[in-house]
């Protein structure tokens, strides 16, 4: 088993920028992958980026340019957030894929508003 724990969510105006961050309760990159998805009420959880065996990084369309993800560690995963519009408004969560299981952290609000 692997426990996700994000943090870094919050409230930012339009324009703004927030970092979210992901530490998994054991190593996973660069075995596996780490990475984020996000979520709106009634809608599926959708890729936003992921950082496959700690060297390729797959970025959804809609973020390009805009959200970086990136990794220090081991077990930590990062997703720097510029530009930030009201459609990125979600419940972002960081995910991880190892030998096979796959694992959800908790969720974590960005609203974005003026």
């Known amino acids: 088993q692997v426990q996700l724990v994000e943090s870094g969510g919050g409230f930012v105006r339009p324009g703004g920028s927030l970092r979210l961050s992901c530490t998994a309760s054991?190593?996973?990159?660069?075995?596996?992958?780490m990475g984020w998805f996000r979520q709106l009420p009634g809608k599926d959880r959708d890729m936003v980026a992921l950082?496959?065996?700690?060297?390729?990084t797959n970025i959804d369309e809609s973020v390009k340019g805009r959200f970086t993800i990136s990794s220090d560690t081991s077990d930590t995963v990062y997703l720097q957030m510029e530009s930030l519009k009201p459609e990125d408004t979600a419940v972002y969560y960081c995910?991880?894929?190892?030998?096979?299981?796959?694992?959800w952290g908790q969720g974590t609000q960005v609203t974005v508003s003026s």
């Open positions: 054991r190593s996973i990159i660069p075995s596996g992958t």
């Open positions: 950082l496959i065996n700690g060297q390729w």
């Open positions: 995910y991880a894929d190892l030998a096979g299981g796959i694992y």
